[in-house]
């Protein structure tokens, strides 16, 4: 249900459920949570992409075939349990980038909404489609959304189930760019490379004070900011980053 591969730091997750669009069963869910919280602990790994196999569809979300069979307490704990793997997905250490090959429904898009950066197949969609099912999304949709695109856009997304294209999600900002599909693997894996070649404390650090500000005043989220690069001082990369410049040099940094 799961491939991955790890090559020059960049660890790439597959969901590798083509059969059924990629759906997030509670075994597919688990198996994937575990590998992540493996990989925000190795100091190898310096980026993360995240994608789907196949060429349709990157994610429907929930498997609903699985979740029609579950009792109102399973299914609550089947929610719970997406939930907290989105969760996983916001709190990496490392910038994880969404590779969409394809459809982002329901789930599949709050998948991506916790990504860093997101990068569509130029023929995509994009959706969540929870309200058109009786529900309404459970893994973040309804707070990363607004925060996102805007409040208005976000309702008629959720409120009326409404499907953005590719061009639609690059110009509402869900998504980064959109390319051909022929082009996705290597844009991903260079904007991968790119930030990982960053030093992997500072980028840490960094995304921490996007993420904890994005939630608080202009004046909590400085203070956030300046907690963060107080922990940069003391850091070897940050000797390293000064003695290459006056070096005229690539900086080397170990993350340390």
């Known amino acids: ?36 919280n493996e990989w925000k602990k190795n100091p190898e790994i310096r980026s993360v992409i995240l994608t789907g196999s196949g060429e349709k569809v990157f994610c429907a979300g929930a498997d609903l075939k699985e ?7 399973e299914v609550w704990r089947a929610v719970q349990g997406i939930r907290s793997f989105v969760e996983t997905i916001y709190q990496m ?7 969409l090959n394809g459809a982002a429904l329901g789930g599949g898009l709050e998948l991506a909404l916790a990504c860093d950066f997101r990068i569509g197949q130029d023929k995509a969609a994009f959706a969540l489609t929870e309200t058109g099912l009786g529900i309404i999304p459970g893994a973040g949709g309804t707070q990363r959304l607004p925060r996102l695109i805007g ?13 953005y294209t590719a061009q639609e999600a690059v110009e509402s900002g869900l998504l980064l760019k959109a390319v051909p599909a022929a082009e996705l693997e290597s844009e991903s894996r260079i904007l991968a ?3 990982g070649a960053r ?10 004070a996007i993420n904890e500000g994005l939630q608080c005043s202009l004046e909590k989220g400085l203070e956030i900011e300046q907690k963060q690069y107080e922990k940069t001082i003391y850091t070897e990369d940050r000797m390293e980053g000064l003695k290459a410049f006056k070096e005229k040099r690539k900086p080397v940094f170990r993350g340390k």
């Open 199 to 208: 030093a992997p404390l500072a980028n840490k650090f960094a995304k921490a």
């Open 151 to 163: 409040e208005q856009k976000a309702k008629e997304m959720i409120l009326t189930g409404k499907k």
């Open 193 to 195: 490379e790119t930030a």
């Open 67 to 73: 979740r029609a069979e579950m009792k109102p307490e």
């Open 1 to 36: 249900m799961i491939r991955t591969d790890i090559s020059e730091g960049t660890a790439v997750l597959t969901l590798d459920r083509p059969e059924a669009a990629n759906a997030l069963s509670r075994q597919l869910v688990e198996e994937a949570a575990e590998i992540l």
């Open 93 to 99: 250490p490392q910038p994880v980038i969404a590779s």
